[in-house]
């Protein structure tokens, strides 16, 4: 048998669609699964252009193979794409694009894997819709429930014993809890339906770390713990959504006074660089493992040290900054504290 035939049999009996470009976003090759996703005929969709066939457009920044500046062996995997069909339908695409080079390093074309996951994408969102809306109906009864409890605590509905108090105050903690839960998994459903989009004004991220540095001093009281605020000489206004940010700093702050020790520390650094305004937030705390920091930004990841959390509040630290074009990450070592980063661009 011929390389030829072997190559064409492999090709055709691929699970997933399959097509070449040349240097020029040419099609020179279309399989059988990708003629069944998409409608076209191998014949007719050979010598046409990729972008304008596949994807509906000539602009080349749209497009997962070609807007981008390729180095030699570079990969793009999994990048999610819109293919339009013959009939001007579309469909939602999981594509794998691979750019070919000559023994020089010349982009000489590429090859797109890709697998319709329309269907997979739409029961995606009905599953974020019933939770969001889940979470939602919860939210009521949760607040109405802490109501009664509150006026009972007050005395309004009469005297309670000791006992009774002490059951009715943890209750309410447990009840405080639940409705904190509920919060985060409500703000992540809204950034996951519709994309994060910061209200951006000027604002002053130093003022707004001393507040929140105040707000922090009551927990950090009552545990022993000092907090230290190091800040370079000059930091301009930069350009963000307050209240988005507000968030982040609560978060960082909180989750920091939160794992330290009785009797550790906070320090909150803010540093003016050529570039960005970078905020750290280090703590005297239990740290993390090694195992679980690449992991600790992830939707609903928990780690051995947060059993009893969301799992959200770091994932929406990062989806916030990062819509503000900045960046976080984590240092720590277990047993000897933690760093939090994050930037933000100055504009």
């Known amino acids: ?9 492999i090709i055709d009996n691929l699970p997933v ?15 059988n699964t990708a003629e069944k996703l998409t409608g076209y005929s191998r014949k007719e969709i050979i010598g046409r252009q ?18 981008h500046t390729f180095q030699k062996h570079e990969q793009i995997v999994a990048v999610e794409a819109t293919i339009m069909k013959r009939d001007g339908d579309f469909i939602i695409a999981s594509v794998t694009a691979s750019p070919l080079f000559d023994s020089n390093g010349n982009f000489i ?14 029961l995606e969102r009905e599953r974020k819709n019933i939770l969001s809306m889940f979470a939602h109906d919860m939210k009521s009864p949760v607040i109405t429930a802490e109501g009664f409890i509150s006026r009972m605590l007050s005395g309004k509905t009469g005297p309670l014993t000791e006992v009774q108090r002490n059951y009715l105050e943890l209750v309410k903690e447990e009840l405080d809890g639940l409705q904190g839960l509920i919060a985060d998994f409500l ?17 002053n991220i130093e003022a707004a770390i001393r507040r929140h540095i105040e707000a922090a001093r009551v927990e950090a009281d ?3 713990i000092e907090i230290f605020f190091e800040s370079s000489d000059e930091i301009p206004l930069i350009y963000a959504d307050a209240m988005l940010m507000g968030r982040v700093i609560t978060n960082l702050l909180d989750n920091a006074i939160k794992y330290t020790n009785i009797g550790g520390s906070v320090t909150i650094r803010l540093v003016n660089t050529d570039k960005y305004i970078l905020v750290q937030i280090s703590d005297t705390g239990i740290g993390i493992s090694e195992d679980h920091l690449p992991y ?7 780690g051995k040290r947060d059993m009893k959390g969301s799992g959200l509040g770091l994932s929406i630290a990062k989806t916030i900054v990062e819509a503000h074009g900045g960046r976080i990450w984590a240092e720590s070592v277990p047993e000897k504290g933690s760093t ?4 933000i661009p100055k504009r």
Not at 187 to 199: D, H, I, L
């Open 50 to 67: 990729h972008l304008k066939m596949l994807h509906g457009t000539e602009d080349k920044d749209r497009c997962p193979l070609f807007g």
């Open 222 to 224: 009552r545990k022993n």
């Open 109 to 122: 074309g590429g090859i797109e894997l890709f697998k319709d996951i329309t269907e997979l994408k739409r």
């Open 340 to 343: 939090f980063s994050f930037t």
């Open 17 to 31: 669609g399959f097509s070449i470009v040349d240097k020029n976003g040419i099609i020179v090759d279309f399989n």
């Open 187 to 203: 703000e992540f459903s809204r950034f996951e339906a519709t994309e994060c989009k910061p209200v951006i004004g000027p604002f």
């Open 296 to 302: 600790i930004f992830d939707a609903f990841y928990r």
């Open 1 to 9: 048998m011929e390389k030829q035939q072997i190559y064409d049999i």
